[in-house]
């Protein structure tokens, strides 16, 4: 369960513990130089949150704040925003009344609103940062990998608390022999679905495909291992389109158009209204669904007492093919022109304490960027996946870098490659096509 510092603890503890918080913003506020926000007074900041007041993650905070101001006598301002938090905030970025010091979000947010638009206070100051109650910095504690991900010449816009990532979610306690021993290849995983088909008399495949960005991870994948991370993020990179056309990319589309034609799909998924396929696959209709590290909480109400989450990730072409796991990061930003800036930084590399961030995964059900906080067992395999595998953006950060594209032109074609109504090579060429013609006008 969560833990808060105790609060019947020694007075020179107390002041320990302040000291130790001083020292670390003294550092960060000594580190941030020329154009930095201002530091403010150090008595209060504003907090501007994705979450929802009642979300598990939501009372992690709340409990963490509340505990912050026991601890430091700084005041926290919390609004729980919800999902739009960025771009309510969006509009005062460039004013001189940006009225929060601290937001979270995912980082294809931080990215676009913040970062891109100039907006984002350069956080590597804070690595520095003495994490309160503990002998290291926050560098010690958050892994390389994750940082560079939100790191764009050489700034770093978000500080990660929170990882998602995506793969083949199954019930452990009906497929045992999957459990133990997953399919690492394409022709293991095909093989696998073969059996499973025959043994249902459906296809084990789990996909509600009017959701356009469940069915984008096939295709992603695909891509990824056919020719390579960051592949699909260097052809859309390519404004002419041409690399969509190229033999090597339609190969890599005909792993999942075999799927498609070859009936490896649930029937109904293509005309299905989410959630209503993935409850299905919750309660055994079908065995395998590819989603993020949400899939436990989204259809925990639906699976059975004896359901045992279990993943696996998307298996490789070939024995020396590509592994990557995609990832996307949630985190905090903190504006450029936020008035407590030095506030602001202290809860962070508060928050990120063991005893703090663990609610992150003992009450949220999440995968933390720590190493030294288990992952619920539900995500354990996920963790596993991170821990062993070279981590990636999710999508190459298509989302991030090229949103409009990908919401007007990938998606609602990729949607009828996964429904049957286009072939890899003709959804290849309509790619590059309509690729080429927004780019001219874009």
């Known amino acids: 369960m969560f833990e808060g510092l105790d609060e019947r603890v020694r007075p020179e503890r107390r002041t320990l513990l302040a000291a130790t918080l001083a020292a670390a913003v003294g550092l960060t506020a000594s580190a941030c130089g020329a154009g930095a926000a201002a530091q403010g007074d150090g008595k209060s900041f504003t907090y501007w949150s994705m979450w929802k007041q009642n979300e598990p993650q939501a009372k992690v905070l709340q409990a963490a704040i509340d505990q912050f101001t026991k601890d430091t ?66 560098a010690d504690v958050i892994p390389a990998k994750y940082l560079d991900l939100n790191t764009t010449g050489g700034v770093l816009w978000q500080m990660p608390y929170e990882v998602i990532l995506s793969q083949l979610w199954f019930d452990g306690s009906a497929l045992p022999d999957v459990a133990a021993e997953p399919p690492a290849t394409w022709d293991e995983f095909v ?27 096939w295709t992603y994948y695909a891509v990824a291992r056919g020719l390579g991370d960051g592949a699909f993020g260097k052809a859309v990179a390519d404004r002419t389109g041409a690399s969509f056309r190229t033999d090597a990319f339609v190969e890599a589309l005909e792993h999942v158009e075999k799927l498609v034609k070859g009936g490896y799909f649930t029937n109904g998924y293509d005309a299905s209204k989410w959630p209503t396929v993935q409850q299905k696959w919750a309660k055994g209709k079908s065995d395998f669904l590819l ?29 020396s093919g590509d592994t990557s796991q995609d990832i996307y990061l949630i985190g905090f930003s903190i504006p450029k022109k936020a008035r407590n800036s030095a506030a602001a930084q202290k809860f962070i590399s508060y928050f990120l304490a063991r005893k703090h961030l663990e609610g992150i995964s003992t009450q949220a059900k999440n995968i933390t960027p720590r190493s030294d906080i288990a992952a619920p067992p539900e995500l354990a395999d996920g963790q596993k996946a991170l821990e062993t595998r070279k981590v990636v953006k999710s999508l190459d950060g298509v989302k991030e870098t090229a949103a409009d594209w990908y919401t007007k032109v990938f998606l609602p074609l990729n949607t009828k490659f996964l429904t049957g109504r286009l072939s890899s090579r003709s959804f290849a060429e309509k790619l590059a096509g309509d690729s080429a013609t927004y780019w001219k006008s874009a």
């Open 73 to 138: 006598g700084v005041t926290v301002h919390v609004q729980w925003k919800g999902r739009q938090v960025i771009q309510q905030l969006a509009p005062t970025l460039n004013t001189s009344n940006v009225p929060a010091d601290l937001v979270d979000s995912p980082d294809r947010s931080a990215y676009a609103q913040l970062h891109m638009t100039g907006q984002a206070l350069d956080l590597t100051p804070v690595l520095k940062a003495a994490v309160p109650g503990e002998s290291g910095t926050v």
């Open 191 to 217: 093989e696998l679905l073969d059996a499973r088909k025959k043994a249902l008399g459906d296809g084990p495949l789990a996909l509600d495909a009017d959701v356009p960005d469940y069915g984008a991870y």
């Open 291 to 319: 989603l993020g590290t949400f899939a436990p909480s989204e259809t925990a109400e639906f699976a059975g007492d004896s359901f045992a989450y279990r993943s696996f990730p998307f298996p490789a072409f070939g024995p």
